[in-house]
């Protein structure tokens, strides 16, 4: 467990608005990560990060953008929500970054419904 | 893009029972890792694995990186009703690029106690 807390747990919005998903870290890890998980697909990366203000895209980063202003919060922001963003937000950390031991924890989720 | 297989999608078992669930790719990986994710939970690691042949046991878990470098698998032994949940596997290609993790599409495992 790395203290990651999720917020919102739950949402339901409209298409077309805009939507920022926050992860809070408490274990000053340094590399951060926002994945998506749909039926049939697992989890997917949508945008990491490897430092404050340093981020970089993931497999799925279209519709999405990211920030990291502190090392504790990750952002993930939907400018303009779509249906097709409906899913499961995991926020994951990890302390270090390429070794094998490098170990990366989640959060409890945000599900996101865009109608 | 580049994907897991994992199988079987499903299994609706006994308590008392041993599963087997496993994962195969076309690429190489350097890293597999097995996670279970609990309803309403995030993923949870497992076992991590990181050379080839190597098997890691882990209370009632067994889970093995296979001598290819393109499968592993996850057994199971004697299993409970708190073993239910969904399993993923997750695989990674070498150093420098943690955190991109290739998942398994996951295993949902039910136990009828």
């Known amino acids: 467990d790395a203290g990651i807390t999720q917020s919102p747990r739950h949402k339901v919005t409209e298409t077309g608005t805009p939507v920022t998903l926050r992860c809070h870290q408490t274990?000053?890890?340094?590399?951060m990560y926002w994945y998506r998980q749909d039926p049939g697909h697992g989890l997917r990366l949508i945008h990491y990060?490897?430092?404050?203000?340093?981020?970089d895209k993931g497999e799925v980063s279209d519709g999405y953008s990211v920030s990291r202003s502190k090392t504790e919060d990750f952002l993930l922001t939907l400018e303009s929500a779509t249906s097709s963003q409906t899913s499961v937000y995991f926020c994951a950390t990890s302390l270090t970054y390429g070794t094998p031991q490098d170990t990366i924890y989640f959060g409890e989720g945000s599900w996101l419904t865009v109608v | 893009g580049q994907q897991l297989n994992q199988s079987p999608q499903s299994m609706f078992i006994q308590e008392g029972e041993d599963v087997s669930m496993n994962c195969t790719s076309s690429s190489i990986f350097n890293t597999w890792l097995w996670y279970k994710q609990d309803p309403g939970e995030g993923p949870v690691l497992l076992i991590a694995l990181y050379k080839a042949g190597e098997l890691t046991s882990n209370g009632r878990l067994t889970a093995q990186f296979g001598i290819t470098r393109k499968d592993s698998f996850l057994n199971i032994s004697a299993s409970i009703p708190s073993d239910v949940g969904i399993y993923f596997c997750a695989g990674q290609r070498g150093s420098g690029n943690t955190g991109k993790l290739i998942f398994g599409q996951g295993t949902t495992l039910q136990v009828k106690p």
């Open positions: 274990e000053n890890h340094r590399y």
């Open positions: 990060s490897y430092g404050v203000k340093d981020t």
